[in-house]
């Protein structure tokens, strides 16, 4: 057993279904501390849905100094629910090696990252006992759930306390084929609409007496089909509007329905802003003249690094370690990364291998364990010491 995967395996044991944290923060503050972090827990969330987050910090030698820098390893304890247990090959929270490949639920999203955050301060801190800048973590327990009280929270408190961030990397997990092959340096932003077009049900006998709401909209529809958006930039793809659900009618074949209504998406680049595309969805709706009401929901704004700093260390640290030169990319769905956008300029997601997060068999190869580690170390020494 290494280090890092004796950690994991510890960790996986704790049955953490979003938002129970079960243990897996005390058990990362059971190594932190001894290491001269300050620990704090903040516990946020209604009772039924009780988050715990973590915040642990330990001061680099320019203290308060303006050229002072913190580092941040970003994460969550929390996991999604494990499906049938019976279609598991072994029992999903009894960590199990067979043939070179470790599974449990959790494997590799995301508590092999988090305990390759640990080790890798350990190793780094070895070497160099008083690096100058700081090293922090922010681990929640609600990012497989709503992510209403657990990474967002922790934002709000640090920027109230003035804390100040310069580099961060999200250990979501980020290989695509092979572990190395891609980090994330942004995500697009997801905004979601409820769209109410409002007819007058009638007798479809009497079609002049009732106003049909799907035939009102079709022309909208396809305008908005229709529509670029944006063009998207040299990170981010166009954005994209796509319609989810429509639903009409009472289940009469016989009756003209009142209302229509449609459920619909946007996601989005830095090249637009949530604000701009309502208003052109308005726009549209209202020049073809509809009677409707529409609510909006942001669920996420884009966030973007642009190659530097961070991306670098990550690049020549994976390099070094797998022979692969990673790709950018902003691809797939959204992540806590961008609630940490609003107070870090440099954020990166960069973990293991992807493919069978979430699934029956999660599960990550034993190989990529501690080379995970050792690129978290690399950076620290070119940032950190």
């Known amino acids: 057993m290494t280090p890092t995967l004796n950690l994991t395996c510890e960790l996986l044991k704790l049955r953490s279904d979003t938002p129970d944290d079960a ?42 100094s303006p050229n002072a820098k913190t580092f941040v390893f970003a994460g969550h304890t929390d996991v999604v629910p494990t499906g049938p247990i019976e279609q598991w090959s072994s029992e999903p929270f009894t960590p199990t090696v067979r043939d070179g490949v470790l599974y449990a639920r959790g494997a590799a999203d995301m508590k092999t990252s988090i305990a390759a955050f640990v080790t890798s301060i350990e190793q780094f801190l070895a070497a160099h006992p008083n690096p100058q800048h700081s090293i922090a973590l922010l681990i929640t327990s609600d990012e497989e759930g709503p992510a209403n009280d657990g990474t967002v929270k922790v934002v709000e408190w640090l920027k109230a306390r003035g804390q100040k961030l310069d580099w961060c990397i999200v250990g979501e997990p980020t290989g695509l084929e092979v572990f190395g092959d891609m980090m994330k340096n942004g995500r697009r932003g997801t905004m979601s609409g409820k769209l109410t077009i409002i ?35 040299d990170y981010f793809p166009p954005t994209s509007w796509q319609v989810s659900n429509i639903h009409s009618g009472t289940g009469a074949s016989n009756i003209i329905p009142g ?50 700093e961070l991306s670098n260390a990550i690049d020549a640290a994976v390099r070094t370690h797998t022979g692969i030169t990673p790709e950018l990319s902003t691809s797939g769905g959204t992540s806590d990364g ?14 293991p291998l992807g493919r069978t997060i979430h699934q029956i068999d999660e599960c990550i190869e034993v190989a990529t364990i501690e080379p995970l580690a050792a690129i978290y170390v690399d950076v620290l020494k070119n940032l950190v010491a």
């Open 23 to 64: 243990g897996c923060q005390a058990l990362l503050k059971s190594r932190l501390e001894p290491l001269g972090f300050e620990c704090t827990d903040i516990i946020s969330g209604p009772d039924d849905f009780r988050v715990t987050n973590l915040w642990a910090i330990r001061q680099g030698s320019k203290g308060s």
């Open 199 to 233: 007819g007058k049900q009638g007798h479809i006998a009497y079609p002049t007496r009732a106003k049909n709401p799907i035939h009102l909209f079709a022309p909208a529809l396809t305008e908005l089909t229709q529509t670029v958006w944006d063009e998207g930039n």
């Open 259 to 308: 209302e229509c209504v449609v459920d619909f998406n946007f996601r989005f680049s830095t090249a637009s802003t949530a604000e701009g595309l309502q208003q052109r969805v308005h726009a549209i709706l209202d020049r073809h003249g509809l009677d409707y009401r529409l609510d909006w929901v942001i669920g996420g704004h884009p966030f973007l690094t642009p190659a530097g």
């Open 338 to 351: 961008r609630f940490i956008a609003t107070i870090c300029p440099q954020v990166i997601e960069f973990g």
